[in-house]
C-alpha cells in the first residue's frame, strides 16, 4: 500500500511568487492534514480535512495560504504571494477516521525555500 | 493537549536497548500517548501509541505509568538506523501537537 505522497519535494521561489504543494493521501482514508516546520521552530498543525470539507483550519497563519481538496482525495496547498516567512518544510498526513485514537501518517514533506 | 516533557538528547550504544521518557503530568483520561520519529529530513514517522495499557509492536514497547503521567518508549535493540528526534505526544484532538522531541543517537 502506497504512503502519503507530496509533491514536489523541493521548491525554490522567489518573494512575491505563488506556490502550490500537493498531498496524495493513503487510499481511502478520509482525513487529510497539512503541518509545517519553519526554521528553527517546532512543527505546527495548519489544517484538517474530512473528505473536501474543512474541519478545522485554526493552524493556518494568514490568508496568504489556500488549501483545497476537491474531490476529497488529493489536496494542493497555495501561497500567494509567498513571503521570506514561509521557507520550511510542509507535511501532509492521513488517516482513515478522526479523533485521537486514529494514527496519522505523514508524507515526506516538501521543503520550500523562498527567497 | 497536556504538555510534554522529554530530554533535549540521550545516546545509546548499538545492540542495546533505548529507553526514552516522557512526561505528561497534565494529561487527561480521554488523551493518548503518541510516539513519532524523524529520521534526518523525512516526515514524522509513526511508531506506536497507548491510552493506558502498555503496548508493543514490532517497532518498539510503550510503557505507560499506572498514573498516567510519564511513559517510556523502549527500542529493544537499538541499531544505528534508530539514531532520529523522538517526538511524545499526549493527544485529545485531531492535530497533533509536536514539541522539540528528543534527539537519540546510537552509536557504534
Known amino acids: 500500500e502506497a504512503g502519503v505522497t507530496q509533491f514536489p519535494s523541493h521548491s525554490v521561489i522567489e518573494k512575491g511568487q505563488t506556490v502550490t504543494l500537493r498531498c496524495d493521501p493513503i487510499s481511502g482514508h478520509d482525513n487529510l492534514y497539512w503541518y509545517r516546520r519553519v526554521m528553527g521552530k517546532e512543527i505546527k498543525f495548519l489544517l484538517h480535512?474530512?473528505?473536501?470539507?474543512?474541519?478545522?483550519e485554526s493552524g493556518m497563519p494568514n490568508n496568504r495560504f489556500l488549501a483545497e481538496r476537491t474531490g476529497g482525495t488529493y489536496s494542493t496547498l497555495k501561497v500567494q504571494p509567498a513571503e521570506l516567512e514561509d521557507s520550511g518544510v510542509y507535511f501532509c498526513a492521513s488517516s482513515q477516521g478522526w479523533g485521537s485514537q486514529e494514527t496519522q501518517y505523514f508524507g515526506p514533506g516538501t521543503r520550500l525555500l523562498v527567497l | 493537549d497536556a504538555k510534554t516533557t522529554q530530554p533535549p538528547s540521550m545516546d545509546c550504544a548499538e545492540g542495546r536497548a533505548a529507553n526514552l521518557p516522557c512526561n505528561h503530568s497534565t494529561i487527561s483520561g480521554n488523551e493518548y500517548v503518541y510516539w513519532y520519529r524523524q529520521i534526518h529530513s523525512q516526515g514524522p514517522q509513526y511508531i506506536i501509541h497507548?491510552?493506558?495499557n502498555n503496548e508493543t509492536n514490532e517497532m518498539a514497547s510503550l510503557i505507560i505509568t499506572e498514573d498516567r503521567k510519564s511513559s517510556t518508549l523502549i527500542l529493544p535493540h537499538a541499531t544505528l538506523r534508530d539514531t532520529a528526534v523522538y517526538y511524545c505526544?499526549?493527544?485529545?484532538?485531531?492535530?497533533?501537537?509536536f514539541g522539540a522531541g528528543t534527539r537519540l543517537t546510537v552509536k557504534p
Open positions: 480535512f474530512v473528505k473536501e470539507s474543512k474541519q478545522d
Open positions: 505526544i499526549a493527544r485529545n484532538n485531531n492535530d497533533m501537537r
Open positions: 497507548g491510552l493506558k
